[in-house]
């Protein structure tokens, strides 16, 4: 049976805005309502960020109700100015095109697309923005429009009034397209409801008044929080820049580590936020996990949870187990040759062609982590060389088969943090 998706969202910490809660929240408990969010395919990958929004679309289906994901293929020609401090560069039609396409099979992932009569949908907005005349726009569309309204937008307003930056045509127009999709969408496909960030609040509204004002009837809107790090950071983002969803542009490994590294007074809201666990079970999870917080248990469910989902349950455990070796939770010696190509690609690692056995100092020199000979023999006299987790006793140790990993690696580690890998062999 649908249930109060405003109600459970509320509660779990999403909603920042939303147009007549109470008679949305009535209308969801007698009926399954279809609503959507719109996803900018100004590049080729999602990433954590965005995944506020598709967590409230994977929620309104757990919870009886139909989601869209719409794919902004039109609306992405001309870019969202919400939040936007001057025009961004306009993408071709192609790289449009190959954009959403990249964005669909990353969404797919959280949405079942073959449930029945709440399966999800993933139109293109392309399909129906591309077939309007402009004179069409302008009469069907354009006149609901007052000029006034338009300019007392924040965003608008703040540009305007600055004469470097400005505010082109093209992007006031962006405001009419989006109005456009949800009436598109409302009498297509009967929704009801648009979600987006907290950005999106006056854009979520003119599509609201067109669809009233073409006679439509009611529809709703609802905005999401913006998650911000107990240090006001916003979420999602590392040393690195953003964490994509796609591999090839954030590996795995990192994006596990992403989320072991949370802060511990993050972790409860982005339980909340990010898992699918009742509050009672996110309650339990948090409050066992304070009384050992060095454990980082509760990070750890929730880097597995999020890796899983994203990537997979077998190259999660390949991240979380690489993760292990790195932090001593896991024996190096016991590592498969795969999950250490998995370490290699991560750390520095060095590749060895002199042959075994090697003066340990040598290694050190080859790996990097150290300057000269004399320094690789000062930092084994000072204890903080380690080989495959045992420290080195010895300034005239040799590396020799013996220490060989599987795949014909030898981990090395400096000091506490520095992990690094040599590869013979190769």
């Not at 967590?55 to 919870?63: E, I, N, P, T, V």
């Not at 989601?67 to 902004?72: E, F, K, Q, V, Y």
């Not at 809107?221 to 796609?246: M, N, P, Q, V």
Request: aromatic share 8%; net charge neutral.
């Amino acid at each position: 049976m649908p249930q109060n998706f405003c109600e459970i969202m509320s509660r779990r910490g999403f909603v920042e805005w939303c147009s007549d809660a109470a008679e949305l929240g009535q209308k969801m408990e007698r009926e399954t309502v279809t609503g959507y969010v719109g996803f900018d395919p100004s590049a080729d990958s999602l990433h954590v960020g965005n995944m506020i929004p598709i967590m409230g679309l994977a929620w309104l289906q757990k919870l009886g109700h139909r989601p869209i994901a719409l794919a902004g293929g039109g609306t992405g020609l001309i870019g969202d100015p919400s939040g936007k401090t001057k025009e961004r560069q306009l993408l071709s039609v192609d790289r449009v095109a190959h954009n959403a396409e990249c964005v669909k099979k990353q969404l797919a992932k959280f949405l079942d697309f073959d449930c029945g009569d709440v399966s999800a949908i993933m139109p293109n907005n392309h399909d129906w923005l591309s077939k309007i005349s402009f004179i069409e726009f302008l009469r069907d569309t354009g006149k609901f429009f007052p000029v006034k309204t338009l300019i007392n937008r924040e965003y608008v307003r703040s540009r305007v009034d600055d004469p470097e930056k400005g505010i082109t045509y093209t992007e006031m127009s962006y405001i009419l397209l989006q109005a456009y999709d949800f009436d598109h969408l409302h009498r297509e496909f009967g929704c009801a409801l648009q979600m987006g960030g907290n950005d999106q609040q006056g854009n979520i509204i003119g599509g609201i008044d067109l669809i009233r004002k073409r006679g439509g009837g009611q529809a709703y809107g609802l905005t999401f929080r913006l998650l911000l790090t107990a240090s006001g950071a916003k979420f999602g983002k590392s040393e690195d820049g953003a964490i994509y969803l796609d591999p090839a542009k954030t590996s795995p490994y990192k994006f596990y580590q992403f989320w072991i590294n949370t802060d511990d007074r993050d972790i409860a809201r982005l339980h909340r936020t990010y898992s699918f666990g009742s509050l009672e079970s996110i309650d339990d999870i948090i409050k066992r996990h304070a009384e050992h917080p060095e454990r980082r248990a509760a990070q750890k469910l929730l880097a597995w949870d999020m890796t899983s989902r994203v990537h997979g349950s077998e190259t999660a455990a390949k991240a979380r187990d690489a993760s292990a070796v790195l932090f001593g939770e896991l024996d190096v010696r016991s590592a498969d040759a795969s999950l250490l190509d998995t370490l290699a690609a991560e750390i520095p690692t060095a590749d060895v062609a002199s042959p075994l056995p090697l003066p340990l100092v040598d290694g050190l020199l080859a790996s990097g982590g150290v300057s000269s000979k004399g320094e690789a023999r000062r930092k084994i006299r000072e204890g903080g060389i380690y080989i495959n987790g045992e420290r080195a006793q010895d300034e005239s140790r040799v590396l020799n088969s013996g220490d060989l990993l599987r795949g014909g690696y030898v981990q090395v580690r400096i000091g506490k943090k520095d992990f690094r890998l040599l590869r013979f062999n190769r």
